[in-house]
């Protein structure tokens, strides 16, 4: 039986959306980036598989706050174990998403391409970690 661990990207830009999938291609484990641009399709594809080994989630979306599918996520049992990094182009501090255990990071959303560059390094340890529990809880 094979696993394919995935991270799920929440993005409702599609330059954002595009730029991570490609500092984000060569995820380890054989991992790949999924993206929805909405939190009821975030929610609909939590719920419907078991390979999703991280959550990356704009903070302020289109219809709603990243933080509402987190404290949603955290109210599932099967979810709330997820690591979850935020992305927000708001550069202000957000010490709400402090009460949230499966918060991994907020990291700024870089306005560069060398500044994606640096976000895909910053995110690889997380994401591996994330996509290496996921392979070994598979098994």
């Known amino acids: 039986m094979s696993f394919t661990p995935r991270v799920l990207l929440v993005e409702d830009d599609p330059q954002d959306s595009f730029l991570v999938h490609r500092h984000l291609s060569d995820l380890p484990y054989g991992g790949e980036v999924v993206s929805v641009t909405r939190i009821q399709e975030a929610q ?76 895909a390094q910053a995110l690889h340890p997380i994401v591996s970690s994330a996509l290496a529990r996921s392979v070994y809880a598979a098994q």
């Open 44 to 119: 609909a594809r939590l719920n419907a598989a078991a390979d999703i080994a991280c959550v990356l989630v704009d903070l302020k979306l289109t219809d709603g706050s990243g933080a509402t599918l987190i404290e949603w996520m955290m109210e599932q049992d099967a979810l709330k174990d997820i690591p979850v990094i935020v992305l927000s182009g708001d550069r202000s501090e957000h010490p709400e998403l402090d009460t949230y255990s499966n918060v991994a990071c907020l990291i700024q959303k870089p306005s560069s391409i060398n500044g994606y560059e640096a976000l």
